[in-house]
């Protein structure tokens, strides 16, 4: 694969900065006030309109990317808040009017309806969730939200007189001293605790801006704005709230069964928070990689292995400096894959520390990845922007089929066991973690003046729910109150969560298709992820081999999947 360049423009100038509104402005009343009546007119506008939303969406990631990576970096934080303060506030009237420009001309009915029903159905909504006194609170959110990664990329404790991030900080957890590790636990928690007040006053500060966002648009409450904004055309919030009860009946027990099985094998008589990421059996932690260069070559040596055309994207990546892979201080937390529309090759940003979950997160975040290659041919970038059901069914499916290839990593067989096994008890594991902060995320919204104290309390009584019994929090009774801190979803994408589920229950489902026949699970998987949103979301899904299905029975068979497959292992 050759290294992708930018394309030529045909509208915008090749060479535009955007250093204010007024570079442009004239692009914008050019769009505004053409003819698009006729079929050709409306197609060029089309055209046009989408090398704008390509341009701007990759000005702005490179902003945020630049921003993520130093956050101790004043000048890269106002090159991002210029964006969404000075930029994005004047684009959302020209956007409306442009939806609302596309939906009524005499022309619409002669598009291609297969290649543009999700587009009109999205330019509908847009125009319903619009309201001109929101977006100056909109870019207000957006810039506040940032806040998060600031007050988080600071936070350091100490091991052995080196200053570490959180992400190494959580690595010392699987460790197999356990005085070692209660101290290291002792410490997160200080540190989280410290900064629990700032965090909690951003939170409140986001929920009330939030819940007035929602009433400026005329819904009862940020979550049903959310439903609306985010297009949720193929479920409603009672289907959440029908996940989350699946899974605090199927899956809940077996976080019990696993959780009582560790306890039994580290001979302990309690389980405390910090004997959750150790190896059961006493081995030393499993070391997949050393430094980012090594997680690098491996994940092409294992993308090849499944797919050539997997590995090519990741070495293209890697070529065109579209790798940053190690922690370090002042980087934000988390990990991501940045889309970029105009180029087509995305961004991968992580904290890897050499942990077995880094790994996963590679490979997850590569499945995202491959997807932007796949997609990125795709005439127009509104159907290159997917939905988080099918974009994270993407990055989980990769997570499940690559485990096939994890020899790469593991040179030893007992390792590549551990290995396996470890990721998949975690894949059954993290519904509950997922369905109980989306629950959390319900109950925020709905019920919007609550307190500091009743938000704490609250999570908890969630937490009682979908967490093991097994684990003994006396002594951390405080940090227990405030362990969703730690997700940034919360903060920054609110309501982007719940997709992980529904998607990870996807993923199992490929994973199932691709033992019985990798070959044909592939090929299903690379022509669903080309779709990118010109389908709806069940449509992918079929295009992948599998159901959009998150009921009781539908999860009861999938986990019975997984623990069959966990047994084979062992």
């Not at 590679?362 to 932007?372: F, K, L, P």
């Not at 937490?463 to 903060?491: C, M, N, P």
Request: glycine content about 4%.
């Amino acid at each position: 694969m050759q290294l992708p360049t930018l394309p030529q423009r045909t509208f915008l100038p090749q060479d535009l900065l955007i250093n204010s509104w007024q570079d442009l402005a004239p692009f914008f009343e050019d769009l505004k006030g053409r003819d698009i009546d006729h079929l050709e007119s409306l197609t060029q506008w089309l055209k046009d309109k989408s090398e704008v939303e390509a341009v701007l969406e990759e000005n702005q990631a490179w902003r945020y990317i630049k921003m993520s990576i130093d956050t101790e970096s004043e000048a890269k934080r106002k090159s991002f808040e210029f964006f969404v303060q000075e930029i994005e506030p004047k684009l959302a009237p020209f956007s409306n009017e442009f939806e609302q420009k596309f939906l009524n001309s005499p022309a619409l009915s002669k598009l291609d309806e297969k290649e543009f029903k999700i587009s009109i159905k999205k330019a509908k909504k847009n125009i319903e969730v619009y309201r001109e006194k929101n977006i100056q609170l909109i870019s207000d959110l957006q810039t506040e939200a940032q806040q998060f990664g600031a007050i988080s990329g600071k936070m350091q404790i100490d091991v052995n007189g080196e200053e570490v991030t959180m992400p190494k900080a959580a690595s010392f957890l699987k460790e197999t001293n356990r005085a070692f590790r209660k101290e290291i636990f002792d410490k997160i928690a200080e540190q989280r605790l410290s900064n629990a007040e700032a965090l909690d006053n951003l939170f409140n500060s986001l929920i009330k801006k939030r819940h007035q966002l929602a009433i400026n648009a005329e819904f009862k409450n940020y979550r049903d704005y959310m439903f609306a904004a985010m297009q949720r055309f193929d479920y409603t919030p009672q289907d959440c709230f029908d996940f989350h009860d699946a899974v605090e009946n199927e899956l809940v027990p077996l976080l019990n069964q696993f959780s009582a099985r560790r306890k039994t094998d580290l001979g302990l008589e309690a389980l405390k928070p910090y004997d959750l990421a150790v190896d059961s059996k006493g081995n030393s932690p499993l070391k997949p990689f050393e430094k980012a260069e090594d997680l690098i070559s491996k994940t092409i040596g294992c993308f090849n292995n499944l797919d050539p055309y997997f590995g090519e994207c990741i070495d293209v990546m890697n070529k065109m400096g579209h790798l940053d892979l190690e922690s370090k201080k002042g980087k934000a937390p988390g990990g991501y894959n940045y889309p970029l529309y105009e180029i087509g090759v995305p961004f991968i940003f992580m904290n890897a520390v050499g942990t077995v979950r880094d790994l996963v997160t590679m490979v997850h975040e590569g499945g995202h990845a491959i997807h932007s290659f796949l997609s990125r041919d795709l005439e127009f970038t509104d159907n290159k922007s997917v939905t988080s059901e099918v974009a994270e069914l993407a990055s989980m499916s990769m997570e499940l089929m690559s485990m096939d290839q994890w020899q790469e990593f593991f040179s030893n067989p007992e390792d590549l066991k551990r290995a396996k096994l470890e990721h998949l008890e975690d894949v059954l594991s993290t519904l509950p973690w997922i369905a109980l902060i989306d629950k959390f995320q319900h109950w925020i919204y709905e019920n919007p003046e609550h307190s500091t104290a009743e938000r704490h309390d609250k999570w908890l009584e969630l937490s009682a729910r979908f967490s093991t019994t097994f684990v003994d929090y006396s002594g951390y009774e405080e940090f227990q109150k405030i362990a969703w801190q730690k997700q940034l979803h919360l903060f920054e994408v609110p309501f982007y969560y719940i997709e992980y589920g529904m998607a990870q229950l996807g993923a199992i489902a490929i994973y199932r298709n691709f033992k019985n026949d990798s070959t044909k699970a592939i090929g299903d998987y690379k022509k669903a992820l080309s779709l990118g949103y010109s389908q709806s979301i069940r449509e992918v899904y079929q295009a992948a081999g599998i159901e959009f299905n998150f009921t009781k029975s539908y999860i009861n068979e999938l986990a019975t999947f997984i623990k069959k497959q966990i047994s084979a292992i062992e």
